[in-house]
């Protein structure tokens, strides 16, 4: 075989050896994975694994985008490939349990009506097409489910929000909320008025009240939901403490001074104007405060009237928490866009057991204050809770989350059940109790409790707008996110809020920062400047027009230093304002240079550094000395 040929047939070969090879590992290892990334953006985490491995029934998810529409939207399409990616990794985990399919509902298109059937929102694009960007599930049974948008701001929840996806669709049975309350407009149904919470959870949940004479709690619950209770006998505080010892799924909301019991319109006699955490919360090692916090930094505007004058004023009682000052790591807050309001809120004091761990999920700012609760009952006008107002050099915590191994607060077993005198009520009273049951020492399953120091929370005139029937803050949604996890078993409380994917340039950043600090700088000096210039030159009109010559001519009746004066101000404005383009064009010429050092690297490195090799291989064959 002549060298020619010999050379055709080996590259020949190698060229189909690498075909092949490459087909090969694609499919052999076409679920192994490398995550490099800072954040793991890409790694699934346990508890996802294990909902996917213990799928019953295989799951179709459909992820629907509208790909030509979004090439004018940078975030979206830059979204898209995550939440691809993500999808992509479901499907290695789960196998032939996860049908995945992508479509694009072109307009007018079966893929357009199979997308608003299923419920994904058409998002006006301002450029005639709708932006559709969702995700649809179905099980083996037709039962469907669906995220609406896929909203990039939510990124850092996206993995919680397809596994939940998936686990509803793999048991479509609602999960059972047990509703204690004292408050009349949170114990119906939701189906038929009540507070807007209320109604929200009927949504999702199947709804059980708990009446405030119980003396057992069903089985069936996955979580129970205390909101301001009448105080609990021994019985009843036993029978919760067996419950979060059993299931433990908690949401227990207490309140030093109840706004809403006041004002609540469905309350008949009144619900209690206090409560607390009691027995229970004591040895839980998390107690309420018996004054209530103001908060002035974060204090809501309220109207009040003084000497017949209707003003604005911001209320400390009243508290706008921004997002800012929730955890941005626990899955009931992290997602949180509006601020949460506050009423008359009490304050957290958290000393767990050992084998457990209380993390914060709302705090106050850094200089709130603890104000007589007695003040709180009453109209609590502003400036007498200002009057009051002693400013703390630590924030207080409104909210909170307990989480591990717990033990009972009756190491001697169940208490006794009080039972009336009247033989027949009591009898009656004990049917309905039951048998008690074992006793429970230790907690079956990790606790997950969580305590919110404030009712007034849930109650409407706090953050629902009652012309619009809409929120202005997102209360509903903290504690919806809150009985959502809890209610999603272990597998998905050990979700974690996942970091957006978002890489910053810091060096872009520093530089802009750097910038504007000139910027703003000059600014404020400019802006001082005018406010002098506006004054003086109202000062002036207004002794013109006192003076009875004042015709609109102003320079016309200004003395030679006052127009020198004026001239001068006019030129340091307009030096003031080239400045101002000065330093905005030194800080875009600093970032176009750093754009185009980027792209000579990343167009012309690779290259670069493969024709250098090229060159020193070549060198060091000219250098070798013939044989």
Do not use: C
């Not at 896929?150 to 059972?176: F, G, K, M, N």
């Not at 505007?301 to 997002?323: C, K, W, Y």
């Not at 008359?344 to 050992?354: I, M």
């Not at 200004?558 to 006019?570: I, S």
């Amino acid at each position: 075989m002549s060298t020619r040929t010999y050379s055709i047939t080996a590259s020949a070969l190698t060229v189909l050896i690498f075909i092949l090879s490459t087909l090969w590992t694609q499919s052999i290892l076409s679920g192994a994975r490398a995550d490099f990334t800072e954040n793991k953006l890409y790694s699934l985490s346990d508890g996802t694994r294990a909902v996917l491995s213990d799928l019953a029934e295989p799951v179709e998810i459909t992820f629907v985008y509208s790909g030509d529409v979004a090439q004018d939207f940078p975030a979206i399409r830059a979204y898209a490939a995550r939440v691809r990616e993500v999808l992509d990794a479901y499907s290695s985990v789960a196998g032939r349990s996860i049908l995945l399919r992508e479509v694009d509902p072109k307009p007018f298109s079966e893929a357009e009506d199979e997308a608003l059937a299923g419920g994904v929102t058409a998002i006006d694009s301002g450029r005639g097409d709708p932006l559709y960007f969702g995700i649809i599930g179905r099980n083996a049974v037709d039962d469907e489910a669906v995220i609406p948008f896929l909203a990039p701001d939510r990124e850092a929840s996206l993995e919680y929000d397809l596994t939940r996806l998936i686990a509803r669709l793999d048991d479509p049975d609602p999960p059972v909320v047990g509703v204690l309350t004292a408050l009349p407009a949170l114990q119906g149904d939701g189906r038929s008025g009540g507070y807007f919470l209320l109604q929200e959870m009927a949504k999702t949940f199947a709804i059980e009240r708990i009446p405030a004479d119980f003396v057992d709690l069903p089985d069936t619950l996955d979580v129970l939901l205390i909101v301001h209770p009448e105080p609990l006998t021994d019985w009843q505080a036993w029978l919760v403490d067996q419950f979060v010892l059993k299931t433990g799924r908690l949401i227990y909301m207490t309140d030093p001074a109840v706004k809403a019991a006041a004002s609540d319109p469905f309350a008949i006699g009144g619900p209690p104007k206090q409560s607390d955490f009691g027995r229970l919360g004591d040895h839980w090692g998390v107690t309420l405060s018996d004054f209530v916090v103001a908060d002035v930094a974060t204090a809501l505007p309220v109207e009040t009237d003084t000497e017949g004058r209707s003003n604005v004023v911001g209320q400390p009682l009243f508290m706008a928490i921004p997002p800012n000052l929730t955890s941005a790591d626990d899955l009931a807050t992290a997602d949180i866009g509006r601020a949460l309001h506050f009423g008359a809120s009490g304050a957290l004091r958290a000393r767990p057991p050992d084998t457990a761990v209380f993390t914060t999920l709302v705090r106050t700012s850094q200089s709130p204050s603890s104000i007589d609760a007695d003040l709180a009952l009453g109209p609590a006008d502003p400036s007498a809770v200002v009057a009051q107002y002693d400013a703390q050099d630590a924030p207080f915590v409104l909210a909170g989350r307990l989480v591990g191994a717990l033990r009972t607060a009756f190491p001697d077993g169940a208490p006794t059940l009080d039972v009336p005198e009247d033989p027949v009520l009591a009898e009656a009273l004990i049917a309905r109790a039951g048998r008690p049951g074992s006793h429970i020492a230790e907690s079956e399953r990790e606790a997950q409790i969580i305590f919110i120091a404030d009712a007034d929370i849930v109650d409407d005139g706090f953050y629902v707008d009652p012309a619009s029937a809409t929120t202005v803050a997102d209360n509903a949604a903290f504690i919806l996110n809150a009985l959502d996890g809890l209610a999603g078993g272990a597998e998905l409380l050990s979700l974690r809020a996942r970091q957006p994917g978002t890489r910053p340039m810091t060096r872009v950043e520093n530089l802009r920062a750097r910038a504007e600090a000139r910027y703003f700088d000059e600014q404020a000096r400019l802006q001082a400047r005018l406010s002098a210039a506006q004054d003086r030159l109202s000062e002036l009109q207004a002794i013109g027009a006192r003076d009875g010559f004042y015709a609109g001519d102003l320079e016309a009746d200004l003395t030679r230093d006052e127009r020198e004066e004026l001239a001068d101000l006019r030129t340091t404005i307009v030096n003031a304002r080239t400045r101002l383009r000065d330093v905005e064009a030194d800080f875009r010429s600093e970032i176009d240079g750093l754009e185009a050092t980027l792209k000579a690297v990343n167009i012309w490195g690779g290259a670069g550094l493969v024709a250098l090799i090229g060159v020193f291989v070549w060198w060091r064959g000219r250098r070798r000395p013939a044989p």
